[in-house]
T-cell receptor, first 118, second 109 residues
Framework: GAVVSQHPSRVICKSGTSVKIECRSL??????MFWYRQFPKKSLMLMAT?????????EQGVEKDKFLINHASLTLSTLTVTSAHPEDSSFYIC??????????????FGPGTRLTVL | GNSVTQMEGPVTLSEEAFLTINCTYT??????LFWYVQYPGEGLQLLLK?????DKGSNKGFEATYRKETTSFHLEKGSVQVSDSAVYFC????????FGSGTKLNVKP
């Protein structure tokens, strides 16, 4: 149980294009989903928290117009990197929780998406 | 505020050696504590968790005990295998998750 999938697993795009990453909870309803970014050999950096049907809450320093997050249903959240540039190249990981975001318990992580911007 | 501190890696061990990865935390309230494992090129997998003081989480031979008096949640395994080579993250839950910096474990045959 508690499986989270991400698609695509790997994407290469040209500078200036937009890329959408999907995160799905396969066997549970995800009240809250989280998007992280991980740099090589580093820990995870929380980018934003999203609750189904409401606007995402972004961490300080994360541009909400650049990283668009949509949590349209209890099983799907999407992250769109708009006008991507080489510095946006990274490993993006989503996670999902079945608890209210104010009382976060276990998070279940997706396998990650490797984004390379040329 | 909340934070997690993990021992610096990498940790290199021979197969069947005893493993300890230290994790200490600071927190307000009574958070749950977690260990996640990340294999190369993959996301994080929940390894074990403990939700209150003195709880012991265990899975696949790994154990960690929630020690409130020492604010620690050290990960241990009695006999490591080459397949345990990965990066291990300690984390605590609050209004969001707080992760340690990760500890890379290399197990040699």
């Amino acid at each position: 149980g508690a499986v989270v999938s991400q698609h695509p697993s790997r994407v290469i795009c040209k500078s200036g294009t937009s890329v959408k990453i999907e995160c799905r909870s396969l066997d549970f309803q995800a009240t809250t989903m989280f998007w992280y970014r991980q740099f090589p050999k580093k820990s995870l950096m929380l980018m934003a928290t999203s609750n189904e049907g409401s606007k995402a809450t972004y961490e300080q320093g994360v541009e909400k117009d650049k990283f668009l997050i949509n949590h349209a249903s209890l099983t799907l959240s999407t992250l769109t990197v708009t006008s991507a540039h080489p510095e946006d190249s990274s490993f993006y990981i989503c996670s999902a929780s079945d608890r209210d975001s104010l009382v976060t318990d276990t998070q279940y992580f997706g396998p990650g998406t490797r984004l390379t911007v040329l | 505020g909340n934070s997690v501190t993990q021992m610096e890696g990498p940790v290199t061990l021979s197969e069947e050696a005893f493993l300890t990865i230290n994790c200490t935390y600071t927190a307000t309230g009574y958070p749950s504590l977690f260990w996640y494992v990340q294999y190369p090129g993959e996301g994080l997998q929940l390894l074990l968790k403990a939700t209150k003081a003195d709880d012991k989480g265990s899975n696949k031979g790994f154990e960690a005990t929630y020690r409130k008096e020492t604010t620690s949640f050290h990960l241990e395994k009695g006999s490591v295998q080459v397949s345990d080579s990965a990066v291990y993250f300690c984390a605590l839950s609050g209004s969001k998750f707080y992760f340690g910096s990760g500890t890379k474990l290399n197990v040699k045959p």
